[in-house]
T-cell receptor, first 107, second 117 residues
Framework: DQQVKQNSPSLSVQEGRISILNCDYT??????FLWYKKYPAEGPTFLIS?????DKNEDGRFTVFLNKSAKHLSLHIVPSQPGDSAVYFC??????FGQGTILTVHP | GAGVSQTPSNKVTEKGKYVELRCDPI?????LYWYRQSLGQGPEFLIY????????DSGLPNDRFFAVRPEGSVSTLKIQRTERGDSAVYLC???????????????FGPGTRLTVL
């Protein structure tokens, strides 16, 4: 039973454009959600989080939106940069991760 | 060091052997987590410690897997009678505190890549 799903295994975006990474969840008990970024041969690093009582959290180029009725969250990166190319994981609560989405930003 | 460290970075073993994977968390972090990541998948929770005790070991796949954290800092993940299906990257993370359901950012180590031949 996959409680957190990222249905797009990969996303390719042109530099300067917006990247939108999506995540769906089934567990209504999650009290917050997090996004992690992972480069090859490194562990995931925390990017941004959102409490379940909010619908938006913004940090610089990164914004996370939460739609509780749809059990859906998304990460927006604007403008996208080549250095953003990595695997992005969403996570519900503390311990449940999605499968990841490989983001490639082309110069 | 400033971050979470894991040793060894790579471990190749034969089916049926015993392995130990070590994690050094960030100093002062009371919570420590072990995850397993297979190719193309997200980190899969195995176990977490609050201090010296295993607060949740529900992710351990079977009794061949065991983890300890005897002094509340360094942790060792132990796998007995390894199988080819155990091949994965084993990630360790630590955080300040897990209490109260508040968001406590987890800091991950680089992982140990285990290959069982």
């Amino acid at each position: 039973d996959q409680q957190v799903k990222q249905n797009s295994p990969s996303l390719s975006v042109q530099e300067g454009r917006i990247s939108i990474l999506n995540c769906d969840y089934t567990n209504s008990m999650f009290d917050y959600f997090l996004w992690y970024k992972k480069y090859p041969a490194e562990g995931p690093t925390f990017l941004i989080s959102i409490s379940s009582i909010k619908d938006k959290n913004e940090d610089g180029r990164f914004t996370v939106f939460l739609n509780k009725s749809a059990k859906h969250l998304s990460l927006h990166i604007v403008p996208s940069q080549p250095g953003d190319s990595a695997v992005y994981f969403c996570a519900g609560g503390k311990l449940t991760f999605g499968q990841g989405t490989i983001l490639t930003v082309h110069p | 060091g400033a971050g979470v460290s894991q040793t060894p970075s790579n471990k190749v073993t034969e089916k049926g052997k015993y392995v130990e994977l070590r994690c050094d968390p960030i100093s002062g972090h009371t919570a420590l987590y072990w995850y397993r990541q297979s190719l193309g998948q997200g980190p899969e929770f195995l176990i977490y410690f609050q201090g010296t005790g295993a607060a949740d070991d529900s992710g351990l796949p079977n009794d061949r897997f065991f983890a300890v954290r005897p002094e509340g800092s360094v942790s060792t993940l132990k796998i007995q009678r390894t199988e080819r299906g155990d091949s994965a990257v084993y990630l360790c993370a630590s955080s300040l505190d897990l209490a109260g359901g508040t968001h406590n950012e987890q800091f991950f180590g680089p992982g140990t890549r285990l290959t069982v031949l």
